[in-house]
């Protein structure tokens, strides 16, 4: 069954090509930035991470860009496969004693169509 | 596999009862974190222990406690529950304190439903 909302933003796109997805986050102090994915029936998986004194991190397929000025984070997946499909959550962290916990984006759901 | 583990899978019960969720974080991570996912509010901040004390406290109800143990699994407990309770229930670890730059990782959750 589905673990999330019905009612998130989705984005569809066609196998092989690539897929942006984006976050606004809230907090200019934050300093610390995750991606996660989330099947259905599934926990948050962790996918790509990147502190805040950096603009852009690369992993297997993904991409993570930050935008401080902005507060804006993007997740780039080149290639796009159907088991990509799934909702991605960015989560942003302050890194500070008083405020240790993830704060979790509303998520994006991504369709991949064959 | 995250190397979280939850149990029960699932949960269904009626109001006004008690629950106990269970989480094994993974190996040597010292850090618990309870998250609730439901439909209309996403994925909320419970509770984090790091080595058996409380460290943060989120948006957790007073019917709802959680404690952290010795060998370091924790659970979640909720008492007096209410229809609006029904939600997904995650466990997340790390092996710090949470302070940043450690990724937290997450069980599968326990899905209860109170009928």
């Known amino acids: 069954g589905e673990s999330v909302g019905l009612h998130l933003p989705t984005l569809s796109v066609q196998e092989g090509d690539n897929s942006i997805i984006n976050c606004a986050y809230s907090?200019?102090?934050?300093?610390?930035f995750i991606w996660y994915k989330q099947e259905s029936g599934k926990g948050p998986q962790f996918i790509i991470d990147?502190?805040?004194?950096?603009d852009k991190r690369q992993g297997q397929r993904v991409t993570v860009l930050l935008n401080k000025t902005v507060k804006h984070l993007s997740l780039q997946i080149a290639a796009t496969q159907p088991g990509d499909s799934a909702v991605y959550f960015c989560?942003?962290?302050?890194?500070?004693?008083?405020?240790?916990?993830?704060?979790f984006g509303s998520g994006t759901r991504l369709q991949v169509q064959p | 596999d995250s190397g979280v583990t939850q149990t029960p899978k699932h949960l269904i019960t009626a109001t006004g009862q008690r629950v106990t969720l269970r989480c094994s974080p993974r190996?040597?991570?010292?850090?618990v974190y309870w998250y609730q996912q439901s439909l209309d509010q996403g994925l909320q901040f419970l509770i984090q222990?790091?080595?058996?004390?409380?460290?943060a406290k989120g948006n957790i109800l007073e019917r709802f406690s959680a404690q952290q143990f010795p060998d370091l699994h924790s659970e979640l407990n909720l008492s007096s529950l209410e229809l609006g309770d029904s939600a997904l229930y995650f466990c997340?670890?790390?092996?710090?304190?949470?302070?940043?730059?450690?990724?937290?990782?997450f069980g599968d959750g326990t899905r209860l439903s109170i009928l």
């Open positions: 990147i502190r805040s004194n950096m």
């Open positions: 989560a942003e962290n302050m890194g500070h004693p008083g405020r240790r916990a993830l704060t």
């Open positions: 222990y790091y080595n058996g004390e409380e460290r």
């Open positions: 997340a670890s790390s092996p710090g304190q949470g302070l940043g730059n450690q990724p937290q990782h």
């Open positions: 907090n200019s102090a934050s300093d610390y």
């Open positions: 190996s040597g991570d010292l850090s």
